[in-house]
């Protein structure tokens, strides 16, 4: 199974970009679907993006065209470059890892997920 650490998180002004870091071990980030999930305060975690081996990406509404997804195989870390960030985008950040065996049906549900990392804070101040 896969062992995934965040880093990254902080406080940040609204309007402005921060960059999350997912570095995994026990597996490789090609080889596995690698996801971003978030919880808001008194909120259910939400799906927020996920890259699969091929490279191919998707991302929640809430952050389509602000937020980017990417990888570096290499040093085996996922990355969420997220810009213009709102308020609302205050959150623990999740990591979350799962298998790839091509079916990406369930790709935006957190329960498909066996490896998580144990999350980093998020604060957009307005």
């Known amino acids: 199974q896969v062992q995934l650490v965040e880093s990254g998180g902080g406080l940040v002004q609204a309007g402005g970009s921060h960059n999350l870091s997912c570095a995994a071990s026990?597996?490789?980030?090609?080889?596995?679907?690698m996801a971003w999930f978030r919880q808001a305060p008194g909120q259910e975690r939400e799906f927020v993006s996920a890259?699969?081996?091929?490279?191919?990406?998707t991302y929640a509404d809430s952050v389509k065209g602000r937020f980017t997804i990417s990888r570096d195989s290499a040093k085996n870390i996922v990355y969420l470059q997220m810009n213009s960030l709102q308020p609302e985008d205050t959150a623990v950040y999740y990591c979350?890892?799962?298998?790839?065996?091509?079916?990406?049906?369930?790709?935006?549900?957190?329960?498909?997920?066996?490896?998580w990392g144990q999350g980093t804070q998020v604060t957009v101040a307005s």
């Open positions: 979350a890892a799962k298998r790839d065996d091509g079916n990406y049906y369930y790709i935006r549900t957190q329960y498909r997920y066996r490896s």
């Open positions: 026990g597996g490789t980030v090609s080889r596995n679907v």
């Open positions: 890259i699969v081996y091929r490279g191919r990406t």
